[in-house]
């Protein structure tokens, strides 16, 4: 696995963990995840910037994107205890695909 892919994964990982913190900070009344959020984000940024250095921005940003939706919609649903309907986890699974079917394309 190349660097880049590895920057991406990490980029896909604090852009995770900054939603969530978004979560956790029960609108910035609580210090700590508030200031975490910009921590994660500014992380975020920065990887899938180096990411973009090899992989390209079509494939980059669909994997970042429909991964990190999936990823936030299962922390939804298992740790925030957030519904999950057939349409929720349908969708989801049109995510994937989505993102399998771009990457098959390049």
């Known amino acids: 696995m190349s660097s880049s892919w590895i920057y991406l994964i ?3 990982l604090f852009e995770v963990s900054g939603t969530t913190c978004m979560k ?3 609108g910035f009344t609580k210090i700590v995840p508030s200031v975490l959020i910009f921590i994660f984000y500014g ?3 920065c990887c ?3 990411a973009l250095k090899r ?3 079509s494939v980059a940003y669909s994997v970042w994107a429909g991964l990190g939706t999936v990823l936030i919609a299962m922390i939804g649903i298992i740790w925030f205890r957030e519904s999950a309907t057939l349409i929720k986890l349908l ?4 995510i994937v695909v989505g993102v399998i079917g771009i990457n098959a394309s390049k």
């Open 24 to 26: 956790l900070s029960e």
């Open 43 to 45: 992380l975020c940024f």
């Open 55 to 57: 992989i390209e921005v």
């Open 10 to 12: 990490a980029a896909i």
């Open 48 to 50: 899938l910037t180096l």
């Open 91 to 94: 969708s989801i699974a049109l």
